[in-house]
Nanobody, 114 residues
Framework: QLQASGGGLVQPGGSLRLSCVAS????????MGWYRQAPGKPRELAAT???????NYADSVKGRCTIFRDNSKMTMYLVMNSLKPEDTAVYYC??????????WGKGTLVTVSS
């Protein structure tokens, strides 16, 4: 199971740190990621990280967000800086155990507004 948290209301230019706690070791998860879904839009990739700490970012968040994993805490994070109103979305974490097996956490809402 995955439990995401850390969302909230933040002003434009502000920062947030999202957390995704797994029920087990992250070492066994080859790829984890953050996805987001804005109102009326399809879910989209924000960032991914592999068990070897290779990262990938969507162009829309590149340079403003950092994804990392803390295996000792069984937690994946997404630090978001310089937030914009267009970052408003429900953010979901995902664990890809294989091409056939993936789990999603419940989302956490991020609202960027003045």
């Amino acid at each position: 199971q995955l439990q995401a948290s850390g969302g909230g209301l933040v002003q434009p230019g502000g920062s947030l740190r999202l957390s995704c706690v797994a029920s087990g070791s992250l070492i066994s998860i080859p790829v984890m990621g953050w996805y987001r879904q804005a109102p009326g839009k399809p879910r989209e990739l924000a960032a991914t990280i592999t068990s070897g700490d290779s990262t990938n970012y969507a162009d829309s968040v590149k340079g403003r967000c950092t994804i990392f994993r803390d295996n000792s805490k069984m937690t994946m994070y997404l630090v978001m800086n310089s937030l914009k109103p267009e970052d408003t979305a429900v953010y979901y974490c995902k664990a890809d155990y294989s091409s056939r097996t993936a789990y999603w956490g419940k989302g956490t809402l991020v609202t960027v507004s003045s």
